[in-house]
T-cell receptor
């Protein structure tokens, strides 16, 4: 079974540019989460999809971040325009319906210069 | 909202010694406490978890204990090996299939 995949693995962009991160969850997993780890701190929750619906987006920092999950399969997280403080590692995780266990992707390291 | 504190931030032990990492949480509604191990350059992986109706759980060399009254839980690794070196994260969650709140992580180094 393929695990959670994320693309790209690394992205370096300039302040003010746009970046789109992609996450492909494990097939059949209804729950999809986005997290971010900034500068060695905690892994911080951004939002949670159940299928194509946003269940909880309380962790989204501001309206420069837009997450989508059209069709309830893969998800994208767009940052526009990027700021320096957006640098960090963005993780995606997925889990089956009614399950506690979350399976993480390898993360996308975003550097904003 | 939930707040999770994790200590220590770094831990260095000799191979064969035990390692203990402690976490506290603030929301008494939290009922699921997973531990993740992240090796350098790899994804966080669930290594053990415990639910609020259990006080202790073991899996070979690792164990987790939970004190609901005090709102703290701990990871215990016995007979540590160099391959145990990694960053360990604790987390707390309160809804089925809901978000997890993580601690800051502990960097464990096991010296051969």
């Amino acid at each position: 079974e393929a695990g959670v995949t994320q693309f790209p693995s690394h992205s370096v962009i300039e302040k003010g540019q746009t970046v789109t991160l992609r996450c492909d969850p494990i097939s059949g997993h209804d729950n999809l989460y986005w997290y971010r780890r900034v500068m060695g701190k905690e892994i911080k929750f951004l939002l949670h999809f159940v299928k194509e619906s946003k269940q909880d987006e309380s962790g989204m920092p501001n309206n420069r971040f837009l997450a989508e999950r059209t069709g309830g399969t893969y998800s994208t997280l767009k940052v526009q325009p990027a700021e320096l403080e957006d640098s960090g590692v963005y993780f995606c995780a997925s889990s089956p319906e009614n399950s506690y266990e979350q399976y993480f992707g390898p993360g996308t390291r975003l550097t904003v210069t | 909202g939930e707040n999770v504190e994790q200590h220590p931030s770094t831990l260095s032990v000799q191979e064969g010694d035990s390692a203990v990492i402690k976490c506290t949480y603030s929301d008494s509604a939290s009922n699921y406490f997973p531990w993740y191990k992240q090796e350098l350059g790899k994804r966080p992986q669930l290594i053990i978890d415990i639910r609020s109706n259990v006080g202790e759980k073991k899996d070979q060399r690792i164990a987790v204990t939970l004190n609901k009254t005090a709102k703290h839980f701990s990871l215990h690794i016995t007979e540590t090996q160099p391959e145990d070196s990694a960053v360990y994260f604790c987390a707390a969650a309160w809804t089925n299939a809901g978000k997890s709140t993580f601690g800051d992580g502990t960097t464990l180094t096991v010296k051969p």
